[in-house]
Every structure is written in structure tokens, then in C-alpha cells.
């Protein structure tokens, strides 16, 4: 059964930075992407960052210059690289795995900016 575990959420300021991580543990397919969505209070879960097997990313606009994902394959890890952050980005942050079979979201982290 395959979980993921994320890390790195926090407390910054306006300004800042934060580095979350992810990594998820047990078998998955070769062929999946991973990701981040986020959740503000009040509101809907929407896309951040993706990244599939082949590299291919995909950025919300309101990320785009900011924020950076990455993966290590062989740990099975995605990376979400922030910059410049805003109040506006405060959000829980999920991990996303799609596969074939499926998808699964990790349990969440808080990013609190403040201004």
C-alpha cells in the first residue's frame, strides 16, 4: 500500500521561502505524476505543481516564476521549491501520486505567510 509522507510546511513571511517534500513509500508505477495542490480556507483544492514520469511539468499561473517542483525518482520524493511567497499562498498543502491505478493524496501540511 503505497502512502506519502510529506514535510517541510511552516510558518514565513512575506517574502520568503519554504522547501516542501514528499516522499512516498512502497511500489508504485513507473508511469505516474506527482505533484502538489493546495487548499485555502474557505475555499476549493486547486492545482500548484506537477511533474510526470517524462519530466513534464504543469504550473498554476498564480505559481509560475515562484515556485519550482522537482523530483528525486529514485527515492520517490517530489520537491515543491517556494519563493517570494505571498499571504495569499497560505494554504494546506497535499501531495498528489496519479497512476494508472489510481491516485493518492498525502495528508497534508500547513504553509502559513504572513505579511
Known amino acids: 500500500q503505497v502512502q506519502l509522507v510529506e514535510s517541510g510546511g511552516g510558518l514565513v513571511q512575506a517574502g520568503g521561502s519554504l522547501r516542501l517534500s514528499c516522499a512516498a513509500s512502497?511500489?508504485?508505477?513507473?508511469?505516474?505524476?506527482m505533484g502538489w495542490y493546495r487548499q485555502a480556507p474557505g475555499k476549493q483544492r486547486e492545482l500548484v505543481a506537477t511533474m510526470a514520469t517524462g519530466g513534464t511539468t504543469n504550473y498554476a499561473d498564480a505559481v509560475k516564476g515562484r515556485f519550482t517542483i522537482s523530483r528525486d525518482f529514485a527515492k520517490k520524493t517530489v520537491y515543491l521549491q517556494m519563493n517570494t511567497l505571498k499571504p495569499e499562498d497560505t494554504a494546506v498543502y497535499y501531495c498528489n501520486l496519479k497512476q494508472p491505478i489510481g491516485e493518492i493524496w498525502g495528508q497534508g501540511t500547513q504553509v502559513f505567510v504572513s505579511s
Open positions: 512502497g511500489t508504485i508505477f513507473s508511469m505516474n505524476a
